[in-house]
């Protein structure tokens, strides 16, 4: 099992800075993908941003501002958000895409994971 832990949500004044981490761990495993979702009240999940093999996508409303990377040596993924605005306050979802390495490593495959992590409150308010 691949779990993911969100971190670095919290409460920002407008045109400030966040940066949020996610990072994979629970088991032996090879990472595919990682993005970032979000979700507000009343609102349907969206993709922000995603990463895989250095290839990155963003939505329409957090380009130039919003930048997604990854340490694959930590397998962790991160999104810097600068010039945030109230219209992004949401709920911060990361997301994991790979296969979990078998008993003979990482060269023979288990089992896919698609894996969520449980969120991060990301508030722009004055």
């Known amino acids: 099992q691949v779990q993911l832990v969100n971190s670095g949500g919290g409460l920002v004044q407008p045109g400030g800075s966040l940066r949020l981490s996610c990072a994979a761990s629970?088991?032996?495993?090879?990472?595919?993908?990682m993005g970032w979702y979000r979700q507000a009240p009343g609102k349907q999940r969206e993709l922000v941003a995603a990463?895989?093999?250095?290839?990155?996508n963003y939505a329409d409303s957090v380009k130039g501002r919003f930048t997604i990377s990854r340490d694959n040596a930590k397998n962790t993924v991160y999104l810097q958000m600068n010039s945030l605005k109230p219209e992004d306050t949401a709920v911060y979802f990361c997301?994991?895409?790979?296969?979990?390495?078998?008993?003979?490593?990482?060269?023979?495959?288990?089992?896919?994971?698609?894996?969520w992590g449980q969120g991060t409150q990301v508030t722009v308010s004055s």
């Open positions: 990463i895989t093999s250095g290839r990155t």
């Open positions: 629970g088991s032996i495993f090879s990472i595919n993908g």
């Open positions: 997301n994991a895409r790979g296969y979990v390495c078998s008993s003979y490593g990482c060269y023979s495959r288990g089992p896919d994971f698609d894996s």
